[in-house]
């Protein structure tokens, strides 16, 4: 079991950033492939960002590529994403996702967080 617990989101001005965080429990961390989804209103969720277990090949949707970065610190149980340059459209709440696989997906992960919401003025 893998409890996700998300942080960092809140209000800022197009242009601006933002850095949400994932801390997760157990001692296993290091074997899941984690991943960021974004779920905008009257939207689907939908994949942002992918990592591998050592942190060495992220994966991420296009309209953030470049903008995007996520990261994670094994040591600390925590996976990062660093987003810059935002958008209006980037508004959503964020969720946080494991699986424990080897490969890198955008879908079918077994845990989630609760979320945060980021919120990207014009």
């Known amino acids: 079991q893998v409890q996700l617990v998300e942080s960092g989101g809140g209000l800022v001005q197009a242009g601006g950033s933002l850095r949400l965080s994932c801390a997760a429990s157990g001692r296993t961390f290091s074997s899941y492939v984690m991943a960021w989804f974004r779920q905008a209103p009257g939207k689907e969720r939908e994949f942002v960002a992918a990592i591998s277990w050592t942190g060495g090949t992220t994966y991420y949707t296009d309209s953030v590529k470049g903008r995007f970065t996520m990261s994670r610190d094994n040591a600390k149980n925590t996976v990062y994403l660093k987003m810059n340059s935002l958008k209006p459209e980037d508004t959503a709440v964020y969720y946080c996702?494991?699986?424990?696989?080897?490969?890198?997906?955008?879908?079918?992960?077994?845990?989630w967080g609760q979320g945060t919401q980021v919120t990207v003025s014009s």
């Open positions: 996702a494991a699986r424990r696989t080897v490969v890198l997906q955008i879908s079918n992960y077994d845990y």
